[in-house]
């Protein structure tokens, strides 16, 4: 009710899409994570969906930064609309996200962490620390999307020259 209450239906439609896909996600996560005999898997380096602590996690953060500004976000309730419909879709798909459980410190991953770090700091200097939250978790999310987006190219690429061998 926070920013979506003038929407009406299609807000509490949205609340209960958000309230579902991270329910759906939970079921997905647990049976990914366990063998076939029941025993629980090794965690894997990415995992399948936007976690469901991320996805809450940007809307807490829009909720602190709207009291940041004196209630300037809940004034316009469809760019939030737009968020919470895009973070249910985002705990569905198929799109990997890095798993923070057992990460290697690669340089991509070094400087990725570090800029999303970096610009958090300048985020709460400059503005206030509920914008850098924000950022945090949407940089999470970036980072996910940008290397989903890449790795279906390397392997469109991959499956190209594979046709391009075997024609030969």
């Known amino acids: 009710s926070w920013a979506l209450e003038p929407l009406g239906t299609i807000a509490v439609a949205a609340c209960f899409a958000f309230v579902a896909c991270g329910a759906i996600r939970l079921a ?16 894997d380096k990415y ?3 936007l ?5 809450a996690g940007i809307l807490v953060s829009l909720v602190a ?20 419909v895009a973070l249910s879709f985002f705990m569905l798909a198929t799109i990997r996200f890095r798993s923070l459980k057992d990460m290697r410190m690669c340089c991509r991953t070094v400087l990725l ?14 503005l206030h620390i509920a914008f850098a939250l924000g950022w945090l978790l949407v940089s999470y999310v970036a980072i996910g999307l940008v ?22």
């Open 47 to 49: 995992i399948l969906g």
């Open 28 to 43: 997905r996560f647990n049976v990914l994570s366990m063998t076939s005999d029941g025993a629980p898997k090794k965690p």
């Open 65 to 84: 930064a709207n009291h940041a500004v004196s209630g300037g976000l809940s004034s316009s309730p469809v760019p939030i609309l737009v968020v919470v």
């Open 147 to 168: 290397e989903s987006i890449l790795g279906m190219t390397r392997r469109a690429a991959r499956m190209r020259r594979s046709r391009e061998d075997t024609a030969r």
């Open 51 to 55: 976690p469901i602590p991320g996805a």
């Open 113 to 126: 962490v570090g800029f999303a770090l970096g610009s958090s700091v300048v985020l709460a200097l400059k």
